[in-house]
């Protein structure tokens, strides 16, 4: 399965848009389940947003409503769509994948991206 590289963090004001991106340099296709983690300043690493293979989601209560995941397993890629941003967003964003297997479970992690919600 090998890396995940994400792309899309910057910088917006609030209220505004962003979309990430975590492309895998494998398929993706056969990752049980990916997602998008953050880790604000001061704050401990968080869940935004999982997908599983079968396209079910689940989202933080924080960013219901806002935030939406999906996968492209075509181009390898899953996406983070951000709306209407708030400052308590900044955060550096990480996507992660993972797969099961009878040898053991393995995990992803991306290389962060951050994204900064000015007010």
């Known amino acids: 399965q090998g890396q995940l590289v994400e792309s899309g963090g910057g910088m917006v004001q609030a209220g505004g848009s962003l979309t990430l991106s975590c492309t895998g340099s494998?398929?993706?296709?056969?990752?049980?389940?990916m997602g998008w983690y953050r880790q604000g300043p001061g704050k401990e690493r968080e869940m935004v947003a999982i997908?599983?293979?079968?396209?079910?989601?689940v989202y933080a209560d924080s960013v219901k409503g806002r935030f939406t995941i999906s996968r492209d397993n075509a181009e390898n890629t899953m996406f983070l769509q951000m709306n209407n941003l708030k400052s308590e967003d900044t955060a550096v964003y990480y996507c992660?994948?993972?797969?099961?297997?009878?040898?053991?479970?393995?995990?992803?992690w991306g290389q962060g991206s951050q994204v900064t919600v000015s007010s």
């Open positions: 494998a398929s993706i296709r056969s990752f049980d389940r």
């Open positions: 997908i599983t293979g079968g396209a079910g989601t």
């Open positions: 992660y994948a993972y797969l099961a297997r009878i040898e053991g479970s393995i995990e992803y």
